[in-house]
């Protein structure tokens, strides 16, 4: 029988936060955070999976999904931001251990937030959730990278098609099987999709993909970490993703020799796919790990 999964809200810095919970409220805790464009909605498969032995907690970011989206006037949308009020929303709960799964725009925020307290990261498993250069599809960032050297109108263009219905639907489906398709739930990005039309998106959304290189520029300290910390390191990836490709995936055995990387069959969200299958390798993974 599955857990059944809670829908809470809290409230960080005077913003609302929604997150999903499910599980033993003393048991280890897994702290899920989701990427672009998505939410705690892409671990809605995942999490009942997980709950029968850990305490998981998904919180929706400021700016996406259910939580507030304060104008870009009213909030500074930049990674090391989103990374403190993550910071404070465990805090806000009482998590002072956890392991960490990230994906997408979760990698730099969990990895700002390992940087940070590396005392309370018992665990890393990471979905498509980058820290190596050779990490990046060149095709799909080309306009981001654009946008970053430089920022004008022209090229904000391509970066704003990304999150459109078209691009979003692109993310879920480009790299999966045919015969995996079927799987996919268009439920899933048509609810990113509408999330990403909220009033103040388009200040928010350039905000931090303008913000992008200061996560790039932390990865030498990242790498750092998984050095001297050594800290246990599972890689669930989509090994058709060519937002982050699978040199990402293979490049963390340069730090942690100990890692273990399993390339998936499928793309960008391979939750959409291969759910049982991750819940499966983070069990074994966490129970060995614990």
Not at 20 to 36: K, N, S
Request: net charge negative; charged share 20%; no cysteine.
């Amino acid at each position: 029988m599955r857990a059944q999964v809670h829908h809470r809200t809290t409230t960080v810095r005077g913003h609302e936060v929604f997150y999903r919970e499910a599980g033993p409220a003393d048991a280890p805790v897994l702290l899920l955070l989701h990427g672009f464009p998505s939410s705690s909605h892409m671990f809605r498969d995942l999490v009942p999976r997980l709950a029968h032995r850990y305490r998981v907690i998904a919180p929706d970011h400021l700016g996406f999904g259910r939580s507030a989206a304060p104008s870009a006037d009213a909030f500074p949308y930049t990674f090391a931001e989103l990374a403190d009020v993550t910071y404070e929303f465990t805090e806000r709960l009482g998590l002072a251990r956890f392991a960490l799964y990230v994906h997408d725009y979760g990698a730099p925020i969990g990895l700002r937030l390992a940087l940070a307290h590396p005392e309370r990261v018992t665990a890393i498993v990471t979905q498509n959730g980058n820290a190596y250069e050779e990490g990046f599809g060149k095709e799909a960032w080309a306009p981001v990278f654009a946008y970053i050297e430089n920022p004008s109108e022209e090229t904000a263009g391509p970066v704003h098609a990304i999150r459109s219905l078209e691009g979003v639907t692109w993310q879920y489906t480009h790299g999966v099987p045919e015969r995996l398709l079927s799987l996919v739930s268009p439920d899933a990005w048509h609810h990113d999709a509408e999330r990403m039309t909220r009033p103040g998106q388009d200040a928010i959304q350039l905000g931090l993909i303008g913000d992008y290189g200061s996560n790039i520029a932390l990865y030498p300290r990242f790498q750092e970490y998984f050095r001297e910390s050594q800290v246990p390191l599972l890689a669930a990836w989509g090994a058709h993703d060519e937002i982050f490709v699978p040199a990402g995936a293979l490049a963390f055995h340069r730090d942690l020799p100990q890692a273990e990387v399993h390339l998936l069959p499928t793309g960008h969200f391979a939750l959409e796919t291969h759910a049982p299958q991750i819940a499966r390798l983070m069990d074994d993974f966490l129970t060995r790990t614990l």
